[in-house]
């Protein structure tokens, strides 16, 4: 009988919500206090940008780059990869920009719904939105004194790079002959920006994520020849426990906590029969997790962070449900058919 991917990778759709989770922890604390100076891990780890959602961010890249390489090699169809991809992260983000724009702008906005609009300041947020993946002001929506002012959906900046890391991957599938040099460039790629930061200005966009993609490749690459070792996992765990005791948690987590996201990834986790029966909410909760705790600061003028944290992450479970089973569920369906579809006119084989 054929087997789903979530039960045969059972742990990576918890690790997912995990992730999402505390985005909304590190991101309570930046729009509450318009700062991330008191959130828990920053405050452990001394380090300006060690809060945990920016982990959680990094353990997203770590699972596409490894589960992108394993879907790549055992069905190299650059129309399946295209088609798969489309349907899992447009449906969800158009959704969002337009319960953004018609909602929760004429909502938040400073302007009264007929001035919000009129103004026609919306439909180029759609537009830009659309085409950018990426977030722009609403006309007078979150319109307060604080870092983060005007800020519609700060959570946006990270799909720009994650489509771009799909089409380099799919780039080099292509034009390189083995997908061991796909991992060994990617991994050299990541190391050179991991020892030289300023390096990952040279590749907009995707430069500062890049390592934790490409690290997530290689895994799968090593994983693929040499199978998977608890005793290197326990190597990985002291590497990154060293890694935050000297400074240099980004490097250690790209370097070894890649290892063991995945082998955590391939484990039941105790809400993974839970997470079969409600769906995967972790995109939805990631893509309306910051318009929701920006409507709490602006309604109920909340300033405790784990309060905001709380409420948020009710209100945004019950949203990402919504889109789940509305929007997500309906759209991976469409699939196969679309992929029938199109290969009647269009090869979709590399090679």
């Not at 702008?105 to 400073?110: A, E, K, R, T, Y």
């Not at 790079?161 to 061991?180: K, N, Q, T």
Request: aromatic content about 12%.
């Amino acid at each position: 009988m054929h087997r789903s991917r979530s039960a045969i990778l059972p742990g990576f759709d918890t690790l997912r919500l995990l992730g999402a989770v505390l985005v909304l922890l590190s991101h309570s604390y930046l729009i509450a206090q318009d700062s991330e100076a008191s959130e828990p891990l920053q405050v452990l780890l001394k380090g300006e940008k060690n809060i945990a959602g920016l982990y959680g961010v990094f353990t997203f890249f770590i699972i596409s780059g490894y589960l992108l390489a394993r879907s790549l090699h055992h069905n190299p169809s650059i129309l399946r990869f295209a088609i798969n991809r489309c349907m899992r992260l447009l449906p969800g983000f158009t959704c969002c920009t337009l319960f953004c724009a018609l909602v929760v702008g004429p909502l938040c906005s400073s302007l009264n719904p007929i001035g919000y609009f009129s103004s026609g300041g919306w439909l180029p947020y759609i537009k830009q939105s659309l085409a950018t993946l990426g977030d722009a002001p609403l006309p007078g929506v979150f319109n307060y004194v604080g870092s983060i002012a005007q800020v519609v959906n700060g959570s946006l900046w990270s799909l720009q790079a994650e489509a771009l890391c799909y089409v380099l991957l799919l780039v080099l599938w292509i034009v390189l002959p083995s997908p061991g040099w796909v991992a060994v460039l990617l991994g050299t790629l990541g190391i050179s920006i991991l020892i030289q930061p300023a390096l990952s200005t040279v590749i907009p966009v995707i430069g500062y994520p890049l390592p934790y993609f490409a690290a997530g490749v290689l895994v799968w690459w090593l994983t693929y020849h040499l199978g998977e070792s608890r005793p290197i996992a326990h190597l990985c765990a002291a590497g990154l426990l060293a890694g935050a005791l000297l400074g240099f948690p980004h490097q250690a987590f790209a370097s070894f906590g890649a290892y063991l996201v995945i082998q955590i990834g391939h484990q039941r986790s105790p809400i993974s029969g839970w997470i079969e029966r409600t769906g995967d909410l972790s995109y939805g909760l990631y893509l309306f997790g910051w318009p929701v705790q920006q409507m709490l600061r602006q309604f109920l003028s909340l300033r405790d962070p784990l309060l905001m944290f709380a409420l948020s992450t009710v209100i945004t479970l019950v949203l990402a449900w919504c889109l789940f089973h509305a929007v997500e569920k309906p759209a991976m369906a469409l699939r196969q058919p679309l992929l029938q579809w199109f290969s009647r006119w269009r090869p979709s084989q590399i090679g």
